[in-house]
T-cell receptor
């Protein structure tokens, strides 16, 4: 079956540091890949996505590149802010209904001023 | 509405009581999903609806859990005879048509605490 593996948290960084949150996946076929973000007290919201190999998704200064050869979709940001503190979920969708959507366990990011 | 709306936002109940959680999806979205988020456990898929039908109920944790959706809009998740292990945040999400994109719009969740 499909699976998504994220680095364990919490990840604590200082403001303006470089961020990488690793995500690797196992899936049949060619899934679409997503990063969702959950700010404190809120529901998840889509941050960015990529639908095919070598695509780069980007939003709010975050980027992730769909790497088929390494089955990865690492999230990066060049300079984080306190407001980026949240839980980040990597996910894949391989089609075929809700069973085809698989989330990672989430990575809690804490940015200190 | 503008977004997915869930109620109540917080619910504290005693063990053995029944609870109902409500989800109002984005207008026009035909697919609706329920997830459970427990501390340190990530997202657990419970059930989804395409229109009013639920093709797969195997994600529901036990027969104490049930869900329905009427009129292709509002959905209720019912937990009977609640247990302490049911304590979690229950998230609802909707999408225009899940078969095409996999992009979900989530509500803020209903936090359930069973004493």
């Amino acid at each position: 079956g499909n699976s998504v593996t994220q680095m364990e948290g919490p990840v604590t960084l200082s403001e303006e540091a470089f961020l990488t949150i690793n995500c690797t996946y196992t899936a049949t076929g060619y899934p679409s890949l997503f990063w969702y973000v959950q700010y404190p007290g809120e529901g998840l919201q889509l941050l960015l996505k990529a639908t095919k190999a070598d695509d780069k998704g980007s939003n709010k200064g975050f980027e992730a590149t769909y790497r088929k050869e390494t089955t990865s979709f690492h999230l990066e940001k060049g300079s984080v802010q306190v407001s980026d503190s949240a839980v980040y979920f990597c996910a894949l969708y391989s089609g075929g209904g809700a069973d085809g959507l698989t989330f990672g366990k989430g990575t809690h990011l804490i940015i200190q001023p | 509405g503008a977004g997915v709306s869930q109620s109540p936002s917080n619910k504290v109940t005693e063990k053995g009581k029944d609870v109902e959680l409500r989800c109002d999806p984005i207008s026009g979205h035909t697919a609706l999903y329920w997830y459970r988020q427990s501390l340190g456990q990530g997202l657990e898929f419970l059930i989804y609806f395409q229109g009013n039908s639920a093709p797969d109920k195997s994600g529901l944790p036990s027969d104490r859990f049930s869900a329905e959706r009427t009129g292709g809009s509002v959905s209720t998740l019912t937990i009977q005879r609640t247990q302490q292990e049911d304590s979690a945040v229950y998230l609802c999400a909707s999408s225009f048509d899940f078969s095409s994109t996999g992009e979900l719009f989530f509500g803020e969740g209903s936090r359930l605490t069973v004493l």
